[in-house]
């Protein structure tokens, strides 16, 4: 039986990357992807079947997106075909196209693995159709990036889009262990340093055997967490300022200052600035959220989202950062209300909705004899001379009733408002009861 150190060539190559060297020769030896691989599970169940599907992996590095596939053509007897779209064009895809069609008269099937499948375009994608509908392959794509914003409506419908975790702990010291194994002899780090190891690989595991690479070359004899950062480099954060890292923590700093949580808007915040995202990006998105997302529950939240702003833009990085951080915190600390976000949609609904009434008369100044014939400014009230400063008047067009946008909620600055705007209704119905009676 193949071992588990002898799946892509000879057992004892030790010129072969670590990586290589330990990528599982069959399905059960693959780890952190049972949600798939298990009883029960979508792989398994259609390998159980004696079938499979055209599928898309989406899951990020190292997380044994290329491995799986490879596997999965050997479990179903089929041709193991691999491109890359980053290096590959339709020249490319026609010459394996025309590959599978050969061996499909020959009664071989073709599994069509194509890494980083989100980098061909629209018309690339669809080169792909014909071929999975026909069964002349079935494709395997991997991307790292969302599919449903990267793939083809049509191809995906033909695809069942599985997704791999990032590695765990747990999984990533299983790896330590095998490839303890495999150099036949204890990894040269102390505990500390091991948690360190698996907390530098950030969850992608061909990273993590690489670092373990290095660290049983080193050496060094067994080494601490201060031994351990001369032997490798930090690994870059997993963040891509233009596609879904970006979207996926903005979304995270901002839903955790909606939920009042400021711890975790900092360590947001501070996943994106070490990522590299532009500083004025998230100062951009910290005074959307103050408009949104507290509103008049806290004008002031406006005033310091600005000012943070503008603070960065005179600063520049690293003293203007303080400044953004700043803000997050009093953002996520200030009272929330959603209720001007509201109260401007449902206003812009109903303008859409009753068209272009006119404002009733006696709001309308007459600058003209003409005008003031036609009732233009007839019968106004001057609020300043009202009882309390208050009217009472119409001020919607005299075609429609009534409507209220705004409804503040009981929480900060908000709470007088709304003692306020009750306080004027039970005036307002005063005043409209009084002109009826009369």
């Known amino acids: 039986m193949t071992t588990l150190f002898e799946a892509t060539g000879t057992g004892d190559d030790v010129n072969r990357p670590l990586a290589d060297r330990l990528r599982p020769a069959r399905l059960e030896e693959v780890v952190g ?21 055209s599928i898309i992996f989406w899951g990020p590095p190292g997380s044994g997106k290329t491995t799986i596939a490879r596997l999965l053509a050997k479990e179903v007897d089929m041709h193991f075909e691999q491109i890359s779209a980053v290096f590959s064009g339709v020249a490319d895809l026609r010459k394996a196209f025309d590959a599978a069609k ?15 499948i989100h ?9 792909f159709l014909p071929y ?5 392959i079935t494709l395997v794509g991997a991307t790292t990036e969302n599919p449903s914003f990267e793939l083809n409506g049509a191809l995906l419908s033909r695809c069942q889009v599985l997704v791999l975790n990032r590695h765990d702990e747990a999984s990533l010291r299983v790896l330590m262990d095998r490839a303890a194994a495999l150099e036949g002899r204890d990894v040269p780090l ?123 833009q005179f600063l520049g990085s690293p003293e203007g950062d303080l400044a953004i951080a700043q803000s997050v915190i009093y953002l996520a600390t200030a009272p929330k209300s959603n209720a001007a976000y509201r109260a401007f949609s449902g206003s812009k609904s109903a303008a859409r909705k009753h068209g272009s009434h006119m404002p009733p008369k006696h709001i309308l100044n007459a600058p003209t004899g003409m ?18 400063g208050f009217s009472g008047q119409n001020y919607f067009p005299d075609e429609m009733k009534r409507e209220q946008y705004y409804s503040p909620v009981e929480r900060g600055f908000e709470r007088d408002i709304r003692k306020r705007l009750e306080y004027w209704a039970r005036l307002r119905a005063e005043r409209q009861a009084g002109k009826t009676e009369k």
């Open 132 to 136: 999975v509908e026909d069964g002349t």
């Open 102 to 116: 050969m061996r499909r008269q020959n009664g071989k099937k073709t599994l069509l693995f194509v890494d980083e």
């Open 371 to 388: 005008m003031k014939d036609m009732g233009y400014g007839k019968d106004y009230a001057y609020d300043h001379n009202a009882e309390d």
């Open 119 to 127: 980098r061909f375009n629209r018309s690339q994608q669809d080169g």
């Open 190 to 312: 102390n505990e500390e340093a091991k948690t360190a190891l698996v907390q530098l690989a950030d969850g992608d595991g061909r990273f993590f055997l690489n670092m373990m690479e290095a660290v049983f070359h080193s050496g060094e004899g067994t080494l601490d967490v201060e031994g351990l950062s001369k032997v490798i480099s930090k690994r870059a954060p997993a963040y891509d300022k233009d596609r879904d890292g970006h979207y996926n923590l903005i979304s995270a700093l901002h839903k955790s200052m909606r939920g009042s949580d400021v711890d975790a808007a900092l360590y947001w915040f501070s996943r994106m600035m070490d990522g590299g995202e532009d500083p004025l990006y998230i100062a951009r998105r910290l005074v959307r959220f103050a408009v949104e997302d507290i509103g008049m529950a806290d004008p002031n939240a406006l005033v310091q989202a600005n000012a943070a702003k503008d603070a960065y």
């Open 33 to 53: 992807q049972d949600h798939l691989l298990d009883a029960g599970a979508p792989l398994k169940r259609m390998l159980d079947a004696g079938w499979l599907a």
